[in-house]
């Protein structure tokens, strides 16, 4: 019997860990400069974008299915049409900073035939009009040199 326990033991932890490496991931196919952006210190009301830059590292071309932001505020425009092999492109964040306080936002990026998908962030705090005021004034200035 402990036979028996043991044989169905090891045939469940195989097949769970072959199981798992069966799953292509989005970075498998696609190569992020960077995944986060910290957007700093922002004005309320003075929307921001940032571009993700990516290469196709696969041997063939591939598509962005989707790029899904986690809430309203935040608005991802992803390339149309498949990107060739080894070719640039990106995916622009958008955020509006209507939301006075700090923002941790995430853009879900799905890759067609790619099973998992792919997360980029943006970070950032969005300041009122006079708060935004005075913490420009107290940066250092810049020197011409």
Known sequence: MKKLFLLAGTFMLTATLFAQ??????EDVVKFKEMTHDFGKIKQGAPVT??????????????IESATPSCGCTTPVKPEGAIPKGKDNKITAGFNAAAVGPFNKSITVKVAGIDLPLQLKITGEVLTVDAYTKYEASKPAKSGK
């Open 50 to 63: 940032y571009d993700f830059a990516f290469t196709n590292t696969s041997d063939a071309p591939v598509i």
């Open 21 to 26: 490496t069966t799953q292509k991931k989005a």
